[in-house]
């Protein structure tokens, strides 16, 4: 079992930016891959950012290619979602999610493991 637990949300000026961090527990972190994904009020979750167990690794959705780097640091079991420039449709809630394999995955399905989310919060 891993334990996802997500931080850093909250309400930021379109433009801005924020940190998130998704820190893991339970089994060895360093052999999962991690997506980022965040769900708006009556849509979809959808995937925004995948890193894989090494770090050697990740794939991006258009809607945030250029403004959203993913990274790990696997000594402290964490892996970040670096936001800039946002706009005030990324609001959502923004969830992490883990699952144990050598690659990585973009679609939800694809994960074992997820966080109860943060939310994030872009005012015009």
């Known amino acids: 079992q891993v334990q996802l637990v997500e931080s850093g949300g909250g309400l930021v000026q379109a433009g801005g930016s924020l940190r998130l961090a998704c820190a893991a527990s339970?089994?060895?972190?360093?052999?999962?891959?991690v997506g980022w994904f965040r769900q708006a009020p009556g849509k979809e979750r959808e995937f925004l950012a995948v890193?894989?167990?090494?770090?050697?690794?990740?794939d991006y959705a258009d809607a945030v290619k250029g403004r959203f780097t993913i990274s790990r640091d696997n000594a402290k079991n964490t892996v970040f979602l670096q936001m800039n420039s946002l706009k005030p449709e990324d609001t959502a809630v923004y969830y992490c999610?883990?699952?144990?394999?050598?690659?990585?995955?973009?679609?939800?399905?694809?994960?074992?493991?997820w966080g109860q989310g943060t939310q994030v919060t872009v005012s015009s």
């Open positions: 999610a883990a699952v144990y394999t050598g690659g990585y995955y973009t679609q939800r399905s694809g994960y074992d493991y």
């Open positions: 890193i894989n167990w090494s770090g050697g690794s990740t």
């Open positions: 339970g089994r060895t972190f360093n052999r999962f891959a």
